[in-house]
């Protein structure tokens, strides 16, 4: 079983900043891509920001120069920075990874989500 938290989220004014984290766990072989999705009401679920599988980082337009993902931990904690926060970044953020467990089943894993609201 393999399990992903987070943490960080929480009410920013516009322009202000925040960072979320997300750490795996459980009985993992290995993690091959490891990132940030979001949902706002009413809409789909989006890609925010990614490690691929050869470390490679995919940004959404809507946060590139503003968000910065990074990650420590031979890959296990993944971090989004955000800043210049904007209302249209108020959503519920995912963590999200693709891994391959100790029983080298492959899965794609979901953190409970963390809520991020930008207002003043």
């Known amino acids: 079983q393999v399990q992903l938290v987070e943490s960080g989220g929480g009410l920013v004014q516009p322009g202000g900043s925040l960072t979320l984290s997300c750490t795996a766990s459980?009985?993992?072989?290995?993690?091959?891509?490891m990132g940030w999705y979001r949902q706002a009401p009413g809409k789909e679920r989006e890609l925010v920001a990614t490690f691929n599988s050869g470390g490679a980082t995919n940004y959404a337009d809507s946060v590139r120069g503003r968000f910065t993902i990074s990650r420590i931990n031979a890959g296990n904690t993944v971090y989004l920075q955000m800043n210049k926060l904007k209302p249209e970044d108020t959503a519920v953020y995912y963590c999200n990874a693709y891994v391959t467990a100790q029983s080298r089943q492959h899965d794609a894993y979901w953190g409970q989500g963390t809520q991020v609201t930008v207002s003043s």
């Open positions: 459980g009985s993992i072989f290995a993690i091959h891509a």
